[in-house]
């Protein structure tokens, strides 16, 4: 298994930074077409992409999903403060929330609160359950506000 080696924007060029644009625009250009769009050859863009793989720039490929086509309509931005901050608290918090199918992303996140959560449910009633039954039931929880999503922008 290959080991990503680290890599900082300063050692990324022009050339690199457009495939990454191409690539968060449509995970699903093949190199062709970004070859044809960055103005190099097949070869040489194929193997700045598996450059840029292999450093662990480009991390994976992923599909957005239009939450409201599976029927979830609300979304939220959960913020989480614990009650203290111990190794095991922070591991069985990560642990549990990591299981709940609600949660779309979770931040840990220094500020006002320890985690921010992105909650994607079919509606108010839902995620009053899910706040009630599923992470109320995570031990060490001390604060949790929401916030309600009117639109995204961007």
Known sequence: MKENIPVSSHQLDEIDFQIIQILQKNAKAGTKEIASQIGLTLTPAYERIKRLETRGVIT?????????ALGKDLVVFCQVSLQTHGAGVIQVFETSVRQLTEVSEVFHVAGNYDYLLHVEVSGMHQY????KEKLAAIPNIAHVQSTFVLSTLK
């Open 128 to 131: 009053q359950n899910f706040l």
């Open 60 to 68: 994976g490929y992923e599909a957005k999903i239009n939450p409201s």
